[in-house]
């Protein structure tokens, strides 16, 4: 048990599975008291009971659900000192611009970006008011790099995320609220698995191009995120914060 994050509350955002449920346990350990949001409600309650925190119903996309879940964090434990917003999808239907129809755009536009808006909007009043706050929005290394096993809405959504949260940690800086968007590149979670499980030769050629030559696993995230959450990463804002084995910095990997 440490005490990296003692005193703090924290939401997280799909924080019932991947990079979410190992952030939610990392910084439990940390010492804050962690309130999670999102829709798998047996898996929910139940990690919240094992970290000591709470469970909300969630859906990210809908901005009564989120504004209850930042408010009623607050009001239940105090305080708002991090917002990890994390829930995000990969879905199938999404694939080259030439095969993705406007719904599945729309869907994942929905649950990957207007959610971060969303949740950064519900978040942010309680971090000025208490004149601090770290605010992690998960975006990708796909929002930095382009990709041909192209997942349209999915990299463009990605892209959002990053430059909606570089600015909002350019706006808020000297209200003491920090805002950087986490950039993992792949990690090894059921929305990967279950792209690749389909596709074992789309994972083949993406390891490929990891310097590392695996994929990440969720705790490796966490760490991340932890840093970023802490007040270790004081001087730390509005930035694009790659955590991807290598990838972005690669042009020829080793064999
Ligand atoms: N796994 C990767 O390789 C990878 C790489 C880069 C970025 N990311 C991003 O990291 C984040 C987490 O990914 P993961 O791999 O841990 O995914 P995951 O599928 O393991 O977990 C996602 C969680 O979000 C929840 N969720 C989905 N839709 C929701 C909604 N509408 N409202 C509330 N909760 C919802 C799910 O129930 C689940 O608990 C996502 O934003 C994803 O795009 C993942």
Redesign the pocket.
């Known amino acids: 048990m440490g005490t990296r994050l003692e005193g703090k509350v924290a939401v997280v955002?799909?924080?019932?599975?991947?990079?979410?449920l190992a952030t939610v346990r990392r910084f439990a350990e940390e010492g804050a008291t962690v309130v999670i949001?999102?829709?798998?409600d047996a898996a929910g309650e139940r990690i919240a009971e094992e970290v000591g925190g709470a469970y909300v119903h969630?859906?990210?996309?809908d901005k009564e659900h989120v504004d209850a879940l930042f408010g009623g964090a607050k009001d239940r434990f105090g305080s708002l000192d991090i917002a990890f917003n994390?829930?995000?999808?990969?879905p199938p239907e999404d694939d080259s611009i030439l095969d993705t129809d406007l719904e599945a755009w729309r869907k994942v536009q929905e649950?990957?970006l207007t959610?971060v808006y969303l949740c950064c909007k519900a978040a942010l009043p309680h971090m000025i008011e208490q004149g601090k706050g770290s605010i992690i929005n998960?975006a990708?290394?796909v929002a930095v790099m382009g990709a041909a096993t192209s997942q349209i809405s999915y990299s463009a959504s990605k892209g959002g995320v990053l430059s909606m949260s570089r600015e909002l940690g350019v706006q808020f800086a000297r209200q003491g609220v920090r805002v950087n968007a986490l950039c993992?590149?792949?990690?090894n979670?059921?929305?990967?698995q279950e792209l690749f499980a389909k596709d074992p030769e789309r994972a083949a050629r993406r390891l490929v191009h990891v310097p590392m030559g695996r994929f990440a696993e969720?705790e490796e995230m966490a760490n991340a995120v932890l840093f970023l959450a802490s007040d270790e990463s004081s001087f730390i804002t509005a930035n694009t914060f790659l955590v991807d084995g290598g990838i972005s910095g690669a042009y020829v990997t080793p064999l």
Do not use: E, K, M, R
Request: charged share 10%; hydrophobic share 30%; aromatic share 2%.
């Open positions: 955002t799909g924080g019932c599975s991947g990079i979410g949001g999102d829709l798998d969630c859906d990210v996309t994390n829930a995000g999808i990969s649950v990957n959610s998960t990708s290394f993992p590149g792949p990690v979670t059921p929305l990967l969720p």
